[in-house]
Antibody, heavy 124, light 106 residues
Framework: EVQLVQSGAEVKQPGESLTISCKAS????????IGWVRQMPGKGLEWMGI????????RYSPSFRGQVTISTDKSISTAYLQWSSVEASDTAMYYC?????????????????WGQGTTVTVSS | IQLTQSPSSLSASVGDRVTITCRAS??????LAWYQQKPGKAPKLLIY???TLQSGVPSRFSGRGSGTDFTLTISSLQPEDFATYYC?????????FGPGTRVEIK
């Protein structure tokens, strides 16, 4: 079974660093882009960025570039989303998701497999 | 590329035909996906490439359009379809989501 399993809920104080994870199983991790999506309380979906585990090529939404870092560890089929210093405005649910493409990887179809989400709460 | 959806919410009854519109600020060819999200759950991919049904998705869901104007239609609304629906463009490396359309029970 193809699945993405995310790390558990986090509660942080402003200024702390944070890393959340997304472990893939059931497919070849290095051949699919992985993306991160934010959903603030009661709000819509926001695409944050994607990474290709095969070569670590990363693309960020302009809204999140410089605010977070996306990375992977191929040896354990895991993607990460990290902050160097969280703020109250980072309070949200964060999803990782697998990006499916055409056979040549040229045409992006959508996020076909999603993690269960990680709740991040930042409060003093 | 910006996406708008209309309506932002709608009330409908079981068995109704429902159509949601998504409009892109520039031509995105057929690079559009539709998702369904229920409260407390991760989104689910319904349609990709504007009109291709994702495996396992009921055939009452259909998508149409290209360029800047797209629609998602539910031919006969079922109780399990009450949810929020999002479009997403994948034409460039900014995979923007639309603001969502909430489908509620009348």
């Amino acid at each position: 079974e193809v699945q993405l399993v995310q790390s558990g809920a986090e509660v942080k104080q402003p200024g702390e660093s944070l890393t959340i994870s997304c472990k893939a199983s059931g497919y070849r991790f290095t051949t699919y882009w992985i993306g991160w999506v934010r959903q603030m309380p009661g709000k819509g979906l926001e695409w944050m960025g994607i990474i290709y585990p095969g070569d670590s090529e990363t693309r960020y939404s302009p809204s999140f570039r410089g605010q977070v870092t996306i990375s992977t560890d191929k040896s354990i089929s895991t993607a990460y989303l990290q902050w160097s210093s969280v703020e109250a405005s980072d309070t949200a649910m964060y999803y990782c998701a697998r990006l499916t493409t055409d056979d040549y990887g040229h045409y992006y179809y959508g996020f076909d497999v999603w993690g269960q989400g990680t709740t991040v709460t930042v409060s003093s | 590329i910006q996406l708008t959806q209309s309506p932002s919410s709608l009330s409908a009854s079981v068995g109704d035909r429902v159509t949601i519109t998504c409009r892109a600020s520039q031509d995105i060819s057929s690079s559009l996906a539709w998702y369904q999200q229920k409260p407390g759950k991760a989104p689910k991919l319904l349609i990709y490439a504007a009109s291709t049904l994702q495996s396992g998705v009921p055939s009452r869901f259909s998508g149409r359009g290209s360029g800047t104007d797209f629609t998602l239609t539910i031919s006969s609304l079922q109780p399990e379809d009450f949810a929020t629906y999002y479009c997403q463009q994948l034409n460039s490396y900014s995979f923007t989501f639309g603001p969502g359309t909430r489908v509620e029970i009348k």
